[in-house]
């Protein structure tokens, strides 16, 4: 068995043991979120089903975690650093034919540049500069790899957010996010409506139509999650950047009472 190396990307060959795991119980029509509960019970199920082997074969159980576990853990941690927030085919199946925005020269999820990739956000990716980019935004804050990952699950949790990065995979960092959430509704018979935050490009990648496609991808996601409406927020000297989308300015007051900075 080849052991992992730290840092290694999802598609090494460090990580090919796991991989049939995933592909294995991978079962058509469940849910992702669903898949990756199961594929984290799995995977923790072997660790102990290994070590449960190897204290059989060499007599008393041991207490200490032995060099093979270790692999294994790690092994299992980096499959799950690299999972997804949301089924990244949800970004595929967008009916473009429906959306007014171009793109010259075209572009789309699937192809967004030379080396650039379109995803859902992975846990990994906090390695991969995310707050970088998030600072040209606003104030990110220092968060520490558990702080981010509680935060991952719990939104995972939910089902209700979809971050999307831009990622270029030559330099392995992330250049462009923006956020989708679904929020719910009593009123309108019981409706969805969207919302786009923290869209952001890397200032390196700009004019590349980069913020461009991820709002028009997430627009497009929220029709197709059945969202009544989407609606953001954004300074005014970005109103025309939104507009060129399709957005319009509404009559509504943005109004906001701040507790923290
Ligand atoms: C605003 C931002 C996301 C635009 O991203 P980008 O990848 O540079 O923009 P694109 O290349 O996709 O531009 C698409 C179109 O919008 C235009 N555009 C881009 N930024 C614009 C702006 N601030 N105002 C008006 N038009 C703008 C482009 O000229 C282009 O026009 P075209 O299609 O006619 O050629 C990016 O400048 C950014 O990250 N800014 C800092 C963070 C921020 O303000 N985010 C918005 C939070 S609401």
Redesign the pocket.
Known sequence: MTLPQSGAHPASPALSFCLPISRHHRLPGLGWHFQYRRLKKTLLLSVRFQRLKDSSLKGPMINSTTHKDVGVIRACEMLLDEMPLFDPSLLQDLDWSSSKVSF?PPISPLNPGDGLVLRPLRPADLDRGLYKVLS??TEAGDVTKEQFRAKFDHIKRTGDYYVVVVEDTNLGQIV?TATLIIEHKFIHACAKRGRVE??????V???????????ATLTLLSKKLQCYKIT????E??????K?LGYTASAETYMQCRFFN
């Open positions: 010259s040209q935004l462009a923290e869209v952001v490009v890397s200032d990648c700009r004019g590349k139509q980069l913020g461009k496609l991820l709002v953001l927020e954004c300074a000297k970005n109103v025309e950047f939104y060129k």
